[in-house]
């Protein structure tokens, strides 16, 4: 059996058409257009790419897009100064800053000065903290965009084994928050884990949050799983010319798609949802912050996702 493939540039392409759709009903209805600030500090080449992607993608969709790109030495207290004016600006909806920042800059000070109702990114405290109780708030883009790529799959998630790989702040926990909220049976591995061929066996929905090429083998993947593959890494691309590179999931893709019933690609898969969700995200910010009501096609995602 060859598995269903879970297009990301599809999926992403409906998503931004529907928020596109969404920011003209906002505008209509109150004015204002949302608006999403992009904190690049450093000339990380990856990073930089990601950031004009998402302003790009941003304008695409018809709201305002604010690019603040700073030199790696920048002082961490000039960084918070920036935050807090995005926080008092209000032609900004929703903050990210680009991570990993330099070393001398502590990210967890630096989150923490985002305000938590535009932290579109989720990671603050306050929308963490939500998530874990089960209550709704801001959340994290790549979890969020996986949840509907599991929504599109269709196969109802309730009572379904999922294990989550990986436990990082910004993938693995929240991706296990959002699958037990969908009332799966959850299990997080990670590098400690024992046995984690046997673990992956289990389960129902995989999702792989690692950051180690291929290291998920088709013969870990139970027969019919949905598999999301979160990671993104760069490897040796001989083939296609001396010092190329291409870049692969943490999943064998090859050996799981003859065993999986629907997976992910990389590249294609997650990373485009991931860009979509973020402007999603800064569009449900624009409504919360407003104490508005997010858009009712959210509501519905949510309740099919979440029961509520
Ligand atoms: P982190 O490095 O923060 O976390 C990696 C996690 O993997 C840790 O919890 C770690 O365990 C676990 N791990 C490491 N080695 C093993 C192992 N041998 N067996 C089991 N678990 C292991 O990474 P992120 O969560 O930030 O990112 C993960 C991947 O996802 C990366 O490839 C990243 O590039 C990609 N990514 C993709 C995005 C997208 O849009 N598609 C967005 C964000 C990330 P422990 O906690 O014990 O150390």
């Known amino acids: 059996m060859t598995a269903r493939r879970i297009d990301g540039k599809t999926l992403s392409e ?158 693995g926990r929240p991706m296990a928050q959002l699958l037990l909220m969908a009332n799966c049976t959850v299990t997080i591995a990670h590098s400690k884990t024992r046995d984690l061929a046997e673990v992956c066996r289990r389960a129902d929905v995989l999702v792989a949050a690692v950051g180690r090429p291929k290291m998920i083998p088709g013969d870990w993947v139970k027969p019919g799983a949905t598999v999301i593959d979160v990671g993104i890494n760069r490897i040796p691309a001989p083939e296609k010319g001396e010092g190329k590179t291409r870049l692969v999931g943490d999943v064998d893709f090859e050996t799981a798609v003859e065993v999986a019933g629907a997976i992910t690609p990389v590249p294609g898969g997650v990373g485009l949802m991931t860009v979509a969700t973020l402007l999603a995200n800064t569009l449900i910010a624009a409504h919360l912050r407003r104490g508005l009501t997010p858009p009712a096609v959210f509501a519905d995602l949510n309740r099919r996702l979440f029961g509520r």
């Not at 500090?41 to 690019?67: I, L, N």
């Not at 109780?133 to 790529?149: E, N």
């Not at 929504?151 to 910004?170: C, I, K, T, Y």
């Open 14 to 171: 409906a998503l931004r058409t529907t928020v596109a759709e969404e920011v003209g009903r906002f505008q209509a209805a109150h004015g204002a257009v949302p608006g999403l600030a992009v904190v690049l500090v450093g000339e990380d080449p990856a990073s930089s790419v990601y950031v004009a992607s998402k302003a790009k993608q941003t304008v695409e969709v018809g709201m305002r897009s604010f690019e603040h790109r700073l030199p790696a030495d920048t002082p961490e207290a000039e960084l918070l100064a920036l935050i807090e004016k995005l926080n008092r600006d209000d032609a900004v909806d929703g903050i990210l800053v680009q991570l990993p920042v330099p070393r001398h800059i502590d990210s967890g000070r630096v989150i923490a000065a985002i305000d938590p109702l535009k932290d579109v990114d989720g990671l603050t405290e306050i929308n963490a903290g939500r998530l874990a109780a089960g209550r709704p708030g801001l959340v994290p883009c790549t979890p969020y965009g996986s949840m509907m790529m599991l929504d599109w799959v269709g196969r109802p998630l309730a009572g379904l084994d999922a294990v989550v790989v990986g436990r990082s702040e910004l993938v």
